[in-house]
């Protein structure tokens, strides 16, 4: 069993919507989004030439996503994941179908739809995938509210500090610096961070080293977080997937150019593979040369999955949804942790929780308590 002195805190949106008076609630990220399409310093040079392009697109996104949770789009789900995703957000939303409004559904949801949506239209792959690159930089842009959701802990009560302190951990689904910024043990951004730059912008990156694959895009660092390799994807397994392909990818890599060390039919073969019409072979072949060449090289782990999935002790879940990134709940419920508590909104949280923490709920392993009395508690004079 793992170190029950361990303590271990897992934290997510809800804290940032605690303290910051709902401005960070998906309602208002999504308002926002569109009162700012108007703004004169729009960014159009990084997102999109004409800002109403995106904006007459949402609203098609949202009358498609009505289509959707009348069951008009189920042909249109090929993957299991998209399958999943698409019950899901039926399910999630099926009470309020006479009610929704542009505002009411959450932003990653669009990126289900726009999928959707783009291959009931027979949209190329390059355009739906320049699409979504347009959208996923409307969501960064609003949630970075220029520059502001890096000072909420200014507004974190000295209870909630003193909650914070007392972990050895702190892993959070947030984007934000607030937690580092009044605590001094270790923090891990596990779905990226504004701070932390994309791979694909990275000129230090391994395949932006390789002579035909030098990074073109100049960054503006006045929007820096753009480029941030913050995850937004529609579902948690494609988050999983691009928080563990680096790892993955090492792996590959060292034993590629151990092969290449040790077997002359292998380096003969990888020889061949840098003489390649083929991109991604030729890729692989001189990946591999350049680990064997300086073997330190390697694709970052910027996302700390790792370290989630290692963690023992004491757990405690605070301000995550458990409607959301059902990859995490996945690693938590394999975990070796001795005991988990989490904090519950609403009361059938609970039995959710349950259904997605099995193997703690039947060994007795899960607590719950409610957060409404936590958070009164951290405003108690």
């Not at 002359?264 to 072979?281: D, G, L, P, R």
């Not at 609970?350 to 392993?365: A, Q, V």
């Amino acid at each position: 069993m793992g170190d029950f002195n361990m303590r271990n805190l897992l934290t997510g949106n809800g804290t940032n919507i605690q303290f910051s008076g709902k401005e960070y609630t998906n309602k208002e990220i999504i308002l926002r989004i569109l009162r700012w399409f108007d703004r004169v310093d729009y960014p159009t040079h990084i997102i999109v030439d004409d800002p109403y392009l995106i904006k007459n697109y949402l609203g098609t996104l949202f009358l498609e996503a009505r289509s959707a949770l009348q069951g008009k789009y189920d042909k249109y789900a090929l993957t299991e994941i998209e399958k999943k995703s698409l019950n899901d957000f039926k399910d999630k939303y099926k009470n309020a179908i006479c009610m929704l409004t542009i505002s009411d559904i959450g932003y990653e949801d669009y990126y289900l739809i726009h999928e959707l949506f783009c291959r009931k239209i027979k949209a190329s792959h390059s355009e739906t995938f320049e699409v979504q690159r347009g959208l996923r930089f409307t969501y960064l842009y609003s949630i970075f509210n220029d520059g502001k959701i890096n000072q909420v802990y200014q507004k974190y009560s000295s209870k909630y500090i003193e909650y914070l302190c007392d972990f050895n951990n702190i892993f959070t689904t947030n984007y934000d610096s607030n937690i580092e910024q009044v605590v001094n043990c270790n923090v891990y951004h596990i779905h990226g961070s504004f701070d932390k730059i994309d791979s694909i912008y990275d000129k230090d990156f391994i395949v932006n080293q390789l002579f035909d694959d030098q990074a073109a895009i100049i960054i503006d660092p006045e929007y820096f977080y753009l480029y941030s390799n913050a995850l937004t994807t529609f579902a948690g397994q494609y988050k999983e997937f691009q928080v563990k392909r680096h790892s993955l990818a090492n792996e590959a890599i060292i034993k590629f150019s151990n092969a290449y060390i040790t077997d002359n039919n292998i380096k003969k073969a990888i020889e061949e593979f840098t003489h390649s019409s083929n991109k991604i072979v030729r890729r692989l072949g001189e990946i591999v040369k350049m680990k064997v060449a300086n073997p330190d090289i390697e694709f970052s782990e910027d996302y700390h999955f790792d370290k989630l999935l290692s963690m023992s002790g004491e757990l405690e879940i605070l301000g995550l949804s458990p409607w959301n990134d059902f990859h995490i709940f996945e690693a938590i419920n394999n975990s070796a942790i001795e005991k988990c508590i989490y904090h519950y909104y609403n009361s059938d949280e609970m039995e959710k929780i349950k259904c997605l923490l099995p193997n703690l709920t039947d060994s007795g392993r899960i607590f719950f308590s409610d957060a409404k009395l936590f958070w009164e508690k951290c405003y108690e004079r």
